[in-house]
């Protein structure tokens, strides 16, 4: 494959390739905004350790806004007064600049969340694999619900393998984790289809590969090869945007209901909840789906009853009893998950609590 590619899909371009952000400016330019705004954090902006080409953006926006840490309607909430509306001419619509978002997928969602009230296009340079940047998956500005309009999915997305793997190994592996469970939970839900399943089983395959050998997970991202056609970087980028894709396209069921509804209660770190849940979470719905999750195994390089092993030698997941900040609330952990409509995407009855405490209790 191109070590470069330009892919435009229903309203959306991905231009994937090594040196992605150091372009960015013209690139964006080149597709509509030339005028923007940035979302970014301190890490990112940093002039020592941060993202390669990211002051060249910083020096391009019209504002910068740095997003700390937090829950994302929150601070979507808080940029909805700080972010320009633009006077239109005489007779016209109000208008916001773009948002740029520069970062991983909770400043990606913030801008989408932000864009779903002002109306505002959105253009990700993901710096994890989190896939954000994919899908028109996010949650709105606490407070401004009822201004939101349709779900956002950026328009353009600018994927730069360097700066998309350029987390320390362990996150790096985590935010891997969390790609190849967007690919996994694509594949059984009302709407799965078969363009969503190939490119989940691709990413799945480019993912696995990717973390096969942690012998040659070394230096501060753990890849060697940067961004060429072949190397780490390239794979894991490529596979986070193809499960990306497939999750946007099929939605998603039990296990972003479990990893999502921890994050937010027990205060588990997103990545790694994905990677200790993803074990457990396959081997519950394989049992349910085996016909979706056979060809998932053999994306893995192993068999359907390997599957849950291959998963947690891929992860190398730490107990999420020892990551979470509010271990107390569990027990409203549960009962939210099971109030969550997602639930019914997953095949057969409906999930109970005893099923879903013995998922969590094996990853706890």
Request: with cysteine.
């Amino acid at each position: 494959m191109s070590e470069r590619f330009v892919w435009r899909d229903a309203g959306r371009t991905v231009v994937f390739g090594a040196g992605g952000v150091d372009a960015a400016v013209a690139t964006l330019a080149d597709h509509g905004f030339a005028e923007f705004e940035l979302l970014s954090t301190e890490r990112a902006l940093a002039a020592d350790g941060g993202i390669a080409g990211a002051g060249a953006l910083a020096a391009a926006a019209s504002r910068v806004h740095e997003v700390g840490p937090g829950q994302v309607p929150d601070l979507a909430a808080a940029l909805l007064d700080r972010v320009i509306a633009i006077s239109p001419p005489e007779g016209g619509k109000w208008r916001s600049p773009g948002l740029v978002a520069l970062g991983g997928g909770r400043v990606i969602d913030t801008a989408k969340a932000v864009a779903a009230v002002t109306g505002a296009a959105v253009a990700a340079i993901p710096t994890t694999l989190s896939g954000a940047e994919m899908t028109a998956i996010h949650r709105l500005p606490a407070g401004a619900e009822d201004r939101a309009g349709e779900r956002v999915r950026p328009r353009l997305v600018i994927a730069d393998p360097a700066a998309m793997t350029g987390q320390p190994p362990a996150q790096l592996r985590a935010s891997a984790m969390n790609a190849l469970a967007h690919g996994a939970d694509s594949l059984y839900t009302p709407l799965a289809n078969p363009v969503a399943e190939m490119a989940a089983l691709r990413g799945a395959t480019l993912i696995a590969a990717a973390l096969e050998d942690a012998s040659e997970l070394g230096g501060r991202s753990g890849i060697e090869n940067s961004g060429t056609s072949g190397g780490r970087a390239f794979d894991l980028a490529l596979g986070s945007i193809l499960c990306g894709y497939a999750i946007d396209s099929a939605g998603f069921g039990l296990h972003h209901v479990v990893c999502q509804t921890l994050v937010r209660l027990c205060g588990t770190p997103h990545a790694e909840t994905n990677a200790a849940i993803l074990p457990h979470a396959a081997t519950f719905l394989a049992t349910r789906a085996p016909s979706a999750f056979e060809p998932f195994a053999n994306a893995l390089g192993v068999s359907l009853e390997a599957l849950e092993p291959r998963l947690t030698d891929l992860g190398q997941p730490a107990p999420l009893s020892s990551q979470a900040t509010n271990p107390s609330a569990l027990d409203d952990a549960v009962e939210a998950m099971l109030k969550r409509p997602e639930l019914a995407s997953v095949p057969g009855p409906s999930p109970t609590e005893a099923d879903l405490r013995h998922l969590i209790d094996r990853a706890w």
